[in-house]
């Protein structure tokens, strides 16, 4: 998990008619391909417009390089790359993207439940990142999962290993917090060859600083302003 992996596809025409060609659709914005034609040029993965990207000619092939980001996916991931003719009558061909992720990298807890807090003050928590067989790596920050979102201002982190296969990082939850559920998708940014990122969840219930005592044994927080 956290690498970009990179395969490459033998597409050849076996048939008696040239295919045009022209787009190369993915499933998802995780898979993404690259087209070099017979030629051994990079071609354009649309066609601006009507006519195709190339023609490919019986017996010619063509490579389609087709990558994919394991950041944030784990377990069978199935995906598929189309090819999409410019005339019609030729059938869409599609290719499946078969991967299994398995975690190079793994943060424990992965889901860091807090529980019950209080609306404001310091709290603190440890989680350990913990590397299996990738070599020399390091903490470079940390950011939210949710793209275009900005983590809490509220959760900072402070690195307390800077070697070993184990790092420590403090989990530190400081200043005022919104009342209700809340919560936190973090990527763990990774400075290493292969591997860019781990990732792990906080979440928690923020309650008042303010209690209500009744006098109500059955409903201790409830007050009546009834008239």
């Known amino acids: 998990q956290g690498e970009r992996l990179s395969q490459e596809v033998l597409i050849t025409n076996t048939g008696d ?7 190369i659709q993915t499933s998802c914005g995780c898979t993404a391909a690259r087209i070099m ?7 354009p993965t649309r066609s601006p417009g009507l ?6 000619e019986p017996e010619q092939s063509m ?3 087709v990558e994919f980001d394991t950041a944030g996916k784990s377990g069978d991931v199935k995906q598929s790359m189309k ?3 410019a005339d019609p009558t ?14 190079a990298l793994q943060v424990t807890p992965p889901f860091l439940n807090l ?4 609306k404001s003050g310091r709290l603190e928590e440890i989680v350990v990142d913990e590397s299996v067989e990738i070599g020399d790596w390091d903490i470079a920050g940390f950011k939210s999962l949710v793209e275009g979102a900005a983590l809490p201002p509220w959760l900072s982190f402070e690195v307390l290993d800077a070697e070993g296969s184990r790092r420590r990082v403090r989990v530190v939850i400081d200043g005022d917090r919104p ?7 973090v990527a763990v940014e990774i400075d290493h060859e292969r591997i860019k990122q781990a990732d792990f969840a906080v979440t928690a219930i923020v309650e008042p600083n303010v209690e209500f005592d009744t006098g109500n044994t059955t409903y201790q927080d409830s007050v009546n302003f009834a008239p």
């Open 51 to 56: 006519d195709p990207i190339l023609i490919l």
């Open 63 to 65: 490579t389609v390089v």
């Open 179 to 185: 009342i209700g559920p809340v919560s936190a998708r």
């Open 17 to 23: 008619a040239g295919f045009p060609l022209a787009s």
């Open 115 to 118: 529980d019950r807090i209080p």
């Open 37 to 43: 034609g017979p030629d051994g040029a990079e071609y």
């Open 83 to 85: 090819l999409h003719p």
């Open 90 to 103: 030729f059938p869409i061909l599609e290719v499946g993207v078969h991967i299994r992720v398995t975690k």
